[in-house]
């Protein structure tokens, strides 16, 4: 048997957990593991702190707020599990409501908007003045977007939507194309897209198909502008019972070091040994040094650069890693590789953040542009616009009541923004550093990280014996979905371990092969088809045999020794926590447009 090696994660959110749990689960990972999480509990984006309001105690989910089985295919197949079934309860989420409230034009009348009937002027509210902006001209133009994106979406896929509205194509008429662009389109983006921001000129209409588009036997269309979406689901106890739920279930296979509240500081690869050590600081900021075989690096982007440009890692950092991740700018590199957004979330109970022309609050989530007036898109400005959502539409539970999630794409400041009442802050706001969902954010920076990685089971040109590996959202897509694959696509390269899920759903499988090649990209025909064969999940059947087997191993392995060459070993403190899609090219002969 091989030697055992040392392997470091960084970073306790789903990727970094899920990385655990892929390499926990396999008997044969050869791996003594150690996590290293800056924060008292495990989930980073996906956490869900619990909350007292009401006399009930609830988990709001203050980053992750939806997964769907069409979407997150892999996270889907995982929960069904007989492991995680138990611990993890989804809830179905098939009214996605969504409300746009903007300020009052020159002639003081009220610019709002939802995306079901009570919030539309035609033809539910013919005199509520609420809601003049959903007029007739509005819901034309609304289907005439969302039935293009469902026909031809071979030959626009990849036609950013700023490209699309310049020169929209022939036939395709809007009756107020502005009006539709800045009052519908953008603020519908930036809740969707970039938690504040539209990111028009980089989103390609494919990107909008799945969210927009009616698919034959699934639940869609998941998001539009006309009715609620549909096929969504919520974690019951939040997105963090699932991200500590496969801590567990990792820990019942195979102990590992969990440390908490351990910040990483710096990582350097010993260019004689291969070695890779990790400078952290503790809870109590005493400073600690551990040496591993392997580094996965599963935190931003951003982060990952603060923590590989130091003294000892020169000769990577500057042949390598300035080049892929470089940031911050330096320069010979005068622009940060990555282009990540920063935003900043409150659990609050200040419901004067609303609109206060939309006060019916019947609406899954509010974005609100009302306290942002400007003159960059129409008469608001977009970047200062924030989205709330009613805790108690969201978790179906009246007694949330009064109970908000506001989220901001950027960081606002208290002195010229609309930000909740500090006195109504019932948990410290949290900023996230955080990538982007959609697949046209797969090429880039992210495109290129391949040449970053350490050395594994597909090699390149460039590659250096780093023995770091980057998973992590910003390695695939900033979702559940894109955080897991990540996961268990390093888990395969840097590990051999083989993709876990005991699944052949074609669809999951699409995703992971996607997200396999932006990370891995093929090199050719033949070694894209090796793969495939290489990876292909087992049949059911052949699974079921393997699972027997490994189970009866696993009740005769003794728990896995701590590693000799972690320098110290810090016991994990077992406190309870409280807490895209690949570019689908739709082929018209198989997706039937839609009955009328
Ligand atoms: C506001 C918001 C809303 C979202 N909504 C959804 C949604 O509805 N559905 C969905 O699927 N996705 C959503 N996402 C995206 C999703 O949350 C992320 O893509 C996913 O959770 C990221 O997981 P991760 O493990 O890659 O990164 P993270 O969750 O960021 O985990 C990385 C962890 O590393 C830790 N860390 C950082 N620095 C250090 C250090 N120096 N040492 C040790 N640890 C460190 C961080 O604290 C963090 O916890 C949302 C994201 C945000 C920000």
Not at 420 to 440: E, F, Y
Not at 532 to 550: D, E, F, N
Request: hydrophobic content about 35%; some cysteine; overall charge positive.
């Amino acid at each position: 048997m091989a030697t055992q090696q040392n392997v470091c994660i960084i970073g306790g959110g789903a990727s970094g957990v899920a990385l655990l749990w892929a390499l926990s689960q396999n008997p044969n990972n050869n791996c003594n593991i150690t996590l290293i999480h800056n924060q008292p509990y495990l989930g980073g984006h996906s956490y869900s702190p619990a909350v007292q309001w009401n006399g009930k105690t609830f988990n709001v989910d203050i980053g992750v707020q939806f997964i769907s089985p069409f979407l997150y295919p892999n996270v889907n197949d995982m929960l069904k599990l007989s492991q995680f079934k138990s611990r993890v309860l989804v809830d179905d989420y098939d009214s996605l409501k969504i409300a746009c409230a903007f300020p009052r034009d020159t002639n003081n009348k009220m610019l709002n908007w939802g995306n079901f009937p009570n919030y539309q002027l035609y033809p539910t509210n013919p005199q509520d003045p609420r809601f003049q902006l959903y007029d007739a001209d509005m819901m034309a133009d609304a289907k005439t977007f969302q039935d293009f994106l469902e026909i031809s979406i071979t030959e626009w896929a990849t036609v950013t939507l700023t490209d699309f509205f310049k020169n929209p194509p022939l036939g395709i008429v809007f009756k107020n194309k502005d009006k539709f662009v800045n009052y519908f389109l953008k603020p519908y983006l930036s809740i969707m897209n970039g938690y504040g921001n539209a990111l028009m000129g980089e989103t390609i209409l494919a990107d909008l198909f799945p969210l927009f588009a009616y698919i034959p036997f699934e639940k869609t269309p998941q998001g539009s502008f006309t009715k609620p979406g549909t096929g969504w689901q919520r974690f019951h106890h939040g997105a963090q019972s699932w991200v500590q739920a496969m801590a567990d279930v990792a820990q019942s296979y195979q102990k590992s070091n969990i440390l908490l509240n351990y910040t990483a500081t710096q990582v350097y690869t010993n260019q004689q040994t291969g070695k890779v050590s990790v400078a952290c600081l503790d809870e109590n900021n005493d400073p600690h040094v551990y040496v591993f075989d392997k580094v996965v690096l599963t935190t931003d982007m951003w982060t990952n650069s603060q923590l590989l440009n130091n003294s000892n890692n020169t000769y990577y950092w500057n042949n390598l890693y300035q080049q892929y991740i470089g940031y911050p700018a330096s320069p010979t590199n005068p622009n940060p590789v990555w282009d990540l957004m920063y935003g900043k979330c409150y659990i609050h109970t200040d419901s004067s953040v609303l609109s206060p022309d939309l006060r019916l609050q019947q609406e899954t989530l509010q974005f609100t542009a009302y306290y942002a007036p400007g003159s960059a898109d129409g008469n608001y400005d977009l970047e200062k616009t924030f989205t709330t959502y009613m805790q108690k539409n969201l978790l179906n539970d009246p007694k949330a009541d009064g109970l908000y999630l506001t989220m901001y794409g950027y960081v606002p400041d208290p002195k010229v923004d609309k930000i909740p009442a500090q006195n109504t802050w019932l948990t410290d706001p949290i900023v996230w550093t955080h990538g982007k969902w959609t697949p046209a954010f797969m090429g880039g920076a992210k495109g290129n990280l391949h040449k970053a990685q350490g050395l594994g089971s597909i090699s390149y040109a460039g590659q250096m014996n780093t023995n770091v590996y980057f998973a992590g959202n910003n390695a695939t897509a900033d979702s559940e979905e894109g955080a897991l694959d990540a996961a268990m696509i390093i888990a395969e390269y840097a590990f051999g371990i083989p993709y876990p899920l005991p699944s052949l759903n074609p669809l999951a499988w699409f995703m992971y092969e996607t997200y396999h090649n932006v990370m891995f990209p093929k090199l050719n025909a033949s070694s894209s088809i090796a793969r495939m064969l290489m990876t292909r999940p087992k049949s059911i059947s052949a699974m079921a045999v393997t699972k027997k087997k490994v189970v009866a191993k696993k009740k005769a392995k003794p728990v896995t020794k701590k590693s000799k060459t972690v320098e110290k070993v810090v016991k994990k403190k077992s406190k309870p926590v409280k807490k895209k899609v690949a570019k689908i090219v739709k082929k018209k002969s198989v997706v039937k447009k839609r009955k009328k």
